[in-house]
Structures are given as structure tokens and as C-alpha cells.
């Protein structure tokens, strides 16, 4: 008997403000550890989807079109557009000083 298995998408258990944030932050942290920046669009695009691309859209003042666009697999966003979606989800942006390398 062969095994059913379905596409994992995180998006549906980005059910709170606390699941997005730590959703974010290990997100982040993966891109710095990967020296992958893309993760962080990809990311955002998520976390997106799990708000409804429409509303983030709205709030993030950008057009949905340009929202799916930049937070696609292929989307290359700018620092503003970042910037929007983190203050629409309620979030910013802050340094945090990496551990030295032991």
C-alpha cells in the first residue's frame, strides 16, 4: 500500500501574532546561518498567504500584484517593500549582534 502524503505548507499553522513572529525570526535566522537572503522574501510571502495576500497587500500599501511579486521564489523585493510588510504585520526590523565564532 502505497503512502498518501500531502505538500507541508506553513502557512496554515501561522494561526497567531506569536506564530508569525517565531516563524520570522527562525526565518531570519536561517538566512544568516545559510547566507541565503532569499529566504526572507520567501518567508514573508508565507506569512502572507496565511493573512490573506489581499488584506497584507492593503496594509502593506502596495498592490497585490506587486506584493505576489516581489515575495515570490523569484521576486527580488526591496528594502522598502521589506520594510512595509514587517510594519503591516505589526513587526520591525532591529539588529541584533551575532555570536562570536567560537
Known sequence: MALKTI???PAR???TPEAVEEFLIASFESAFELNDPGIIPEA????ARAQGM?????DAELSRTALYRALSA?????LSTIF???????LRLAPVR?????
Not at 74 to 78: D, H, M, S, T
Request: no cysteine; glycine share 10%.
Open 84 to 90: 512595509k510588510v514587517m510594519q503591516a504585520l505589526g
Open 54 to 58: 489581499t488584506r497584507m497587500a492593503e
Open 98 to 102: 551575532m555570536k562570536p565564532a567560537a
Open 7 to 9: 505538500p507541508f505548507d
Open 44 to 47: 514573508l510571502g508565507v506569512v
Open 74 to 78: 523569484e521576486g527580488r523585493p526591496e
Open 13 to 15: 499553522y501561522l494561526d
